[in-house]
């Protein structure tokens, strides 16, 4: 059983920065692609980015592209996700998920199996 446990959200201002950590306890993170979703309030739980297993390919939303960057450091099993130039719309709470599959490097959040209890990240304009 993989808990996974986000870290780093807050209030920020449009335009800041700032970077979300996901870690494990159980099973190391190195054997999972990871992603990250957000779910505003009234609103459907969204990809936002993944990241392969090995780390080599990694897949964005269109909304953050260019702004937000998913990476892993396997010596640390951690995973994050740096947040550029945020903006009001990113307010949301941001969950990690792990993806048994291998291979994956999926958008589809059914495909992830475990979930972190999510970090929430408040843009102000």
């Known amino acids: 059983q993989v808990q996974l446990v986000e870290s780093g959200g807050g209030l920020v201002q449009a335009g800041d920065s700032l970077t979300l950590s996901c870690t494990a306890s159980?099973?190391?993170?190195?054997?999972?692609?990871m992603g990250w979703f957000r779910q505003a309030p009234g609103k459907w739980r969204e990809f936002v980015a993944v990241?392969?297993?090995?780390?080599?390919?990694?897949d964005l939303a269109d909304s953050v592209k260019g702004r937000f960057t998913i990476s892993r450091d396997s010596a640390k099993g951690t995973v994050y996700l740096q947040m550029n130039n945020l903006k009001p719309e990113d307010t949301a709470v941001y969950y990690c998920?792990?993806?048994?599959?291998?291979?994956?490097?999926?958008?589809?959040?059914?495909?992830?199996?475990?979930w972190g209890q999510g970090t929430q990240v408040t843009v102000s304009s």
């Open positions: 998920a792990a993806d048994p599959d291998p291979v994956g490097l999926s958008r589809i959040k059914e495909k992830y199996t475990y």
């Open positions: 159980g099973p190391t993170l190195s054997a999972y692609p």
């Open positions: 990241i392969s297993r090995a780390g080599s390919s990694t």
